[in-house]
C-alpha cells in the first residue's frame, strides 16, 4: 500500500505509529546523553556498566531515527531495523547482567549462554514475523523463541545470574531483582505483541492489525532500554553513597 504525503506528514494528528517512533528517538537520545555524561560522575568498577546503558539506548536512538524515516516514507513497519536494533541491544542487555555478577565469580561463558539464548530468541522471532508470517507457521517460530525466552527467565531469576547476584551484596542483589522483573514483565510485552499481531500468533486470532504493533513494541521499548538503564545506574549511585558515607 502506498500512502500520499499528505496521508503521512501530519504525524502530530492522527498518525500515532509515527508519533510513537519520533517520540522513541528522542527520549532514547536524551537517555544516551545522560549515562554519557553520568558515566564520570559514577564510582570506577561501575562506570563500564552504565557506558553500557548509554550504548543501549544509543543503539536504539539510532534505529529509531531510521525507523521513523523508513516508516513515514513507505508506511509499513519497519520490522528488518526493529531486529537489528534488538539483536544489538539485546544481547548488550546480558552484559549488564554478567557485568554486575562478575565481582561475584561469574565466568564468560555465562555471558555466551545469555548471548546465544537471546540472539535464538530473536532470530526465530524474526523468521515468524517476517519470513514466514503466515497461520501455519508464525504461532511455531513464536513458541521455539519463547523456550529461549524462557531459559534467559529461568538463568535471571533462578539459575547461574540470580545465584551469584544473591552472593555480590545487598545492592546487586536488589537491582538483579528489579531487572529481573523487567525481563519477567517488561520483556513479555513483546511476546503478547507478537501474539496479537501476526497472523497465526494466536492460532489464528490477530487482535491487532496494521501498524499498531509498532507501537506496542515502541513502547516496550521506552520501557525496557530506558528503565533497565537507569536501575543500572541507580546500583552505581548506592555504591558510590556508600563510599561517600
Ligand atoms: C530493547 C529490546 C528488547 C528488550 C527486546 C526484547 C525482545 C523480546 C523479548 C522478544 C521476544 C519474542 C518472543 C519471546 C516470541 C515471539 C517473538 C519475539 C521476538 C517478539
Known amino acids: 500500500m502506498k500512502l500520499t504525503l499528505l496521508e503521512i506528514l501530519p504525524i502530530a494528528n492522527n498518525n500515532y505509529v509515527a508519533f510513537t517512533f519520533f517520540i522513541g528517538c528522542m527520549a532514547m537520545m536524551a537517555a544516551s546523553v545522560f549515562f554519557f555524561f553520568e558515566v564520570s560522575n559514577t564510582a570506577k568498577k561501575w562506570r563500564t556498566s552504565v557506558l553500557v546503558s548509554g550504548l543501549i539506548t544509543f543503539i536504539a536512538a539510532v534505529h529509531y531515527y531510521y525507523m521513523r524515516d523508513y516508516n513515514l516514507a513507505t508506511g509499513q513497519s519497519p520490522t528488518f531495523f526493529r531486529y537489528v536494533?534488538?539483536?544489538l541491544t539485546v544481547p548488550l542487555m546480558c552484559v549488564e547482567f554478567y557485568l554486575i555478577t562478575k565481582k561475584a565469580g561469574a565466568k564468560i561463558g555465562l555471558l555466551w549462554k545469555l548471548i546465544a539464548a537471546s540472539v535464538f530468541m530473536l532470530v526465530t522471532g524474526y523468521i515468524g514475523e517476517a519470513i514466514y508470517p503466515t497461520e501455519k507457521q508464525s504461532w511455531i517460530w513464536g513458541f521455539v523463541s519463547g523456550l529461549a525466552y524462557f531459559y534467559i527467565v529461568y538463568l535471571i531469576w533462578f539459575g547461574e545470574v540470580a545465584k551469584l547476584a544473591a552472593g555480590a551484596g545487598a545492592a546487586v542483589a536488589k537491582a538483579n531483582k528489579t531487572l529481573a522483573w523487567f525481563v519477567l514483565v517488561g520483556w513479555a510485552i513483546y511476546p503478547i505483541g507478537y501474539i496479537a499481531g501476526t497472523e497465526g500468533g494466536l492460532f489464528g486470532m490477530r487482535v491487532l492489525?496494521?501498524?499498531s504493533l509498532?507501537?506496542?513494541?515502541?513502547?516496550?521499548?521506552?520501557i525496557n532500554k530506558i528503565g533497565f538503564g537507569l536501575v543500572i545506574y541507580a546500583l552505581a549511585q548506592t555504591e558510590k553513597t556508600e563510599l561517600a558515607s
Open 214 to 222: 509498532d507501537i506496542v513494541y515502541n513502547i516496550g521499548d521506552a
Open 209 to 211: 492489525e496494521g501498524l
Open 85 to 87: 536494533d534488538w539483536l
